[in-house]
């Protein structure tokens, strides 16, 4: 009967919840995603109430593509622990994942009226906005994202990019050229900043883009293709037969229609 005892005793699990927990973290900043969602449901099963643990094993969940789960878990944690705003700002990107964009919305306000100077919850809710043509809207909040941060180039390309659907062509630009400033390699905004420089009629200014994209990235498609047609306002034929081909060489489905149009003698 004591040797029974004594294996039951040793058969009990003494790891405390936090020793759970901490193994958790580290293997999640690992990436090892399964062995970090054993880790947290074990913290857990010890202390229910750990909203941080629920909080990492949805987005472990999240990564191994269990949305559900993750969705579970993130609710779990928003009811144990209200005023996080990490809590709130994750839970919106899964949300707009699973194409639940008012449930995003309305975690992106909440994490909003903890943090009032959250830029990434700002920026996120922008291209919420953006998607959704409210382009109006989405300016006020990209312009917030980047008064709270001002190095997020990304925010001024979107910016450039709503300005411009609302017609405003100079701001575009003004927008594209500070991100640009902010990120010299930036090939997506060297290409916007393109096509609102042809739109105006300044095909050098058009070229000169679309040639620093090819520089930047000398595999893009589209940027041949585009710097194609801005030769044929040039009346560069041969430069421009030459970016159709290599259009045409990369994937570019609308190349061989441009070369029969251009380039056949």
């Not at 449930?103 to 920026?123: E, P, V």
């Not at 953006?130 to 008064?147: H, M, R, T, V, W």
């Not at 050229?177 to 105006?200: C, G, T």
């Amino acid at each position: 009967m004591c040797i029974s005892f004594i294996g039951l005793l040793s058969a009990q699990d003494t790891i405390s919840f936090k020793t759970y927990y901490d193994n958790g973290l580290a293997k999640f900043k690992k990436k090892d995603y399964s062995t970090a969602i054993s880790d947290f449901t074990k913290a857990i099963e010890k202390k229910a109430d750990l909203a941080p643990a629920y909080f990492y094993r949805a987005a472990s969940y999240k990564s191994v593509n269990k949305q559900n789960e993750a969705l579970t878990d993130y609710n779990k944690a928003i009811e144990l622990n209200q005023t996080n705003k990490d809590f709130y700002f994750y839970r919106a990107l899964l949300r707009n994942d699973l194409k639940d964009t008012v449930g995003a919305l309305t975690d992106l306000a909440s994490a909003i009226n903890i943090n009032a100077t959250f830029d990434k919850a700002y920026f996120e809710r922008a291209k919420i906005k953006f998607g959704s043509n409210d382009y109006k809207s989405a300016i006020e909040d990209f312009q917030l994202a980047i008064k709270n941060n001002q190095t997020n180039h990304e925010a001024y390309n979107l910016l450039g990019k709503a300005k411009l659907y609302e017609k405003d062509t100079i701001g575009a630009i003004e927008s594209y050229n500070k991100s640009i400033e902010l990120k010299p390699d930036f090939v997506l905004a060297y290409n916007n900043r393109a096509m609102v420089k042809y739109s105006q009629k300044d095909y050098e200014g058009a070229k000169t883009d679309y040639s620093k994209g090819i520089e930047l990235k000398p595999t893009d498609a589209q940027t041949y293709f585009f710097r194609a047609i801005v030769e044929i306002a040039l009346k560069l034929k041969d430069d421009a037969c030459a970016d159709f081909n290599k259009a045409k060489e990369l994937g570019n489905a609308k190349a061989d229609e441009m070369i029969t149009k251009y380039c056949k003698e």
